[in-house]
């Protein structure tokens, strides 16, 4: 089951852009096309964990979300020229279909936020034994906030 959670200024945010069609960048599309890695029970944009491994250690780290989130989070608009909110969707929609298709088991949550002219995404497992990324109460953001939670039927239970 996929939910979404916006806050006002998300809906606000996407109602401003629904009628613009947009294909994905070919740099966005490059990092769905390397793939994902799978440590430490965590789910890694491949390209970031590459780029990351050499500095940024689990141990280093509260738990294995804020690891998941550090190493997931990146600014769309460093991969992409135009149309900065539509890729981060775009985006977003593909990595869901992703890790769908190669975990379908585990639960995930993806996170899109737009900062002036910044769309920042991230992602990391949902696990019941750690602390959400984000505060449930999303309203209290200043910034337009959306999380897609994508939790299977049959999901593994994650500690």
Known sequence: MKTITCNKKMILTL?????RRVNI?????????????????C?????FYIANRK???????????????FVNGFIINDFCNTD???????????????VDSK????????????????????MHTIRTAEKPYLDNNIEEYVEPTMIVR??????????
């Open 25 to 41: 960048a070919p740099e966005l599309l490059k990092l769905i096309q390397d793939g994902l890695v799978f440590k430490e029970n």
């Open 103 to 122: 975990c379908p088991n585990i639960p995930i949550e993806m996170i899109l936020c737009k900062s002036n002219r910044n769309i920042h995404f991230t």
């Open 55 to 69: 500095h940024a250690k689990i141990n280093q780290f509260e738990d294995l979300t804020a690891f998941e989130t």
């Open 43 to 47: 789910i890694l944009l491949r390209s």
């Open 84 to 98: 900065f909110f539509k890729n981060g969707c775009l985006f977003l929609d593909l990595v869901g279909n992703l």
């Open 15 to 19: 109602l401003t852009y629904r009628n």
């Open 150 to 159: 994508n939790i299977p039927d049959q999901s593994l239970s994650l500690h």
